[in-house]
């Protein structure tokens, strides 16, 4: 592991050698005694750019959760918390440029922990001027976070993408497999409008045929919680981001 921060980021003690070292320095020095193949950059880029095509088919996929990604990244937002699991893999696949917003989340081994909550600190310092994009499971994992919301007049934008229990494990090879929703599925079959307004927050589901992007920056306006909630297909989900991958769209 080559890092130029000395702060130890191997707590399990499973790195074979750890440099602390300017990457660029090191790699520099290397490739005075190792042959490097020059062309790797070039190949890599031409592959990044084919994907980055196949994932534009995006823009007429306007019941995907990629799409609605994409016109997030286009709202007046300053700030995004993206959550874990697909939503942050959304981001990823699915940004455009220019990208001038700033963006966080929780990763690592308990990630999904403290969603919503984190997603409010970062509201704090960006004036209220955030959206969290997340899916059912982290937001349930953390739904007391709205609690604080209430209690501390703190304002956040979430958009909310129900399948009614993740599907990031419907990308496993053992989906499809006949124990496989016993093992791995999660649904919890949740009415989050009544949970929402429990809680004292503005919720939104959001109709066929509105603009998504208004129906956004009039929430960003509001300057407390509001919670968009946007129910999608697990199984054509999983499908379409394999075939976009696959530039099958």
Known sequence: MIDSLSC??????????????????VIEILSKYVEVDRTFVERWRKFEQIQKERF???ETLREYEGWFVRE???????????????????????YSEPFNKMVFCNRGVNGIDGTF???????????????????????IHDMNGMVLAKTHELPLVVVLFNNDGGGIFNYLPQSGTE????????SHGLEFESIIRGYGHHYKALSQGENFLEVL???????????????????????TTKKLIRGEM
């Open 8 to 25: 130890h980021r191997n707590p399990l003690k499973t790195t074979i050698l750890e440099v602390i070292a300017n990457e660029k320095s």
């Open 56 to 58: 534009s088919r995006v």
């Open 72 to 94: 997030i990244l286009r709202s007046s937002a300053e700030a995004i918390f993206v959550s874990s699991s697909m939503s942050v893999r959304y981001l990823d696949y699915f």
């Open 117 to 139: 909550s984190t997603a409010l600190g970062v509201s704090t310092r960006k004036k209220g001027n955030t959206i969290l994009i997340t899916g059912d499971l982290a937001f």
């Open 179 to 186: 124990t496989f929703n016993y093992l791995f599925t999660t």
């Open 217 to 239: 920056n009039i929430a960003l306006e509001r300057k407390s919680v509001t919670v968009i909630e946007i129910k999608t297909d697990r199984e054509k989900s999983v499908e």
